[in-house]
């Protein structure tokens, strides 16, 4: 049982799966919070554009 412990302490094949498992969800994290904050800044694009073009619009009617 001793050996048996031991062995499955020093085991490292599951170490690479892990490491690979942590850094995915470390970037799908980061373009999560990417994408949201960009999303105010073309959410803020639109409106000023929406803007403008309604008032081309009422301005040459």
Known sequence: MK????NFIQ?????????Y?????FVCL???AL???AGGSV???WSATNSR???????AS
């Open 3 to 6: 050996t048996f412990l031991y």
């Open 11 to 19: 085991d490292e094949q599951g170490q690479d799966l892990i490491e």
């Open 21 to 25: 498992t942590l850094l995915l969800a």
């Open 30 to 32: 980061a373009s999560a």
């Open 35 to 37: 994408f949201i904050s």
């Open 43 to 45: 959410g803020g694009i």
């Open 53 to 59: 073009l309604a008032a081309a619009n009422t301005s």
